[in-house]
T-cell receptor, first 114, second 111 residues
Framework: DADVTQTPRNRITKTGKRIMLECSQTKGHDRMYWYRQDPGLGLRLIYYSFDVKDINKGEISDGYSVSRQAQAKFSLSLESAIPNQTALYFC?????????????FGPGTRLTVL | DAKTTQPPSMDCAEGRAANLPCNHSTISGNEYVYWYRQIHSQGPQYIIHGLKNNETNEMASLIITEDRKSSTLILPHATLRDTAVYYCIVRGGPYGQNFVFGPGTRLSVLP
């Protein structure tokens, strides 16, 4: 079984709809992250969480919100989706403690907003 | 955060070594250099990281210059499955939370 899973894997929605993307991990990591990737570009950090009670904005948090329901679960919400939020979304996890710990990525969710 | 620059694309013959360069001239003393790769649109895969010394693991070797302003990722015997986009990242932020992915280098391994 995959260590970091994301649901759904693909989603098509309409402008103005509320969307939730979910991420679960079995690695036992404290830290979780949400990124988006636009075609031909690298990943950009949306939000990150260092533990259940810790939520922080990343580079591009406007239009998004998150919830850390448990150590293993980190959800990303688009309250009112717009077409320029069409992208590939990745969840990642890492161990706490040392800042040099690598991140492990999920398989991604492809979101299309019409 | 230190920024990185990489060539947009490179080709490599199957079985030969692939050497992927990265410049990070503004890197600070406590920032690590990471390499990830992304095959098609899958989640990025960790390859290797280092601070000052050269590093080697089962996937690759990382050579960091003495002044730390550049590094090279070496895939010793490239295979077709190594075709991917390779990202060089200097991790930043006060808690190391910022993995800034640039556009990377698209490596094509040719038969």
């Amino acid at each position: 079984d995959a260590d970091v899973t994301q649901t759904p894997r693909n989603r098509i929605t309409k402008t103005g709809k509320r969307i939730m993307l979910e991420c679960s991990q079995t690695k036992g990591h404290d830290r979780m992250y949400w990124y988006r990737q636009d075609p031909g570009l690298g990943l950009r950090l949306i939000y990150y969480s260092f533990d259940v009670k810790d939520i922080n904005k990343g580079e591009i948090s406007d239009g998004y919100s998150v919830s850390r329901q448990a150590q293993a679960k980190f959800s990303l919400s688009l309250e009112s989706a717009i077409p320029n939020q069409t992208a590939l979304y990745f969840c990642a996890t890492s161990e706490g403690g040392a800042t040099y710990n690598e991140q492990f990525f999920g398989p991604g969710t492809r979101l299309t907003v019409l | 955060d230190a920024k990185t620059t990489q060539p947009p694309s490179m080709d490599c013959a199957e079985g030969r070594a692939a050497n992927l360069p990265c410049n990070h001239s503004t890197i600070s003393g406590n920032e690590y250099v990471y390499w990830y790769r992304q095959i098609h649109s899958q989640g990025p895969q960790y390859i290797i990281h280092g601070l000052k010394n050269n590093e080697t693991n089962e996937m690759a070797s990382l050579i960091i210059t003495e002044d730390r302003k550049s590094s090279t990722l070496i895939l010793p015997h490239a295979t077709l499955r190594d075709t991917a986009v390779y990202y060089c990242i200097v991790r930043g932020g006060p808690y190391g939370q910022n993995f800034v992915f640039g556009p990377g280098t698209r490596l094509s391994v040719l038969p």
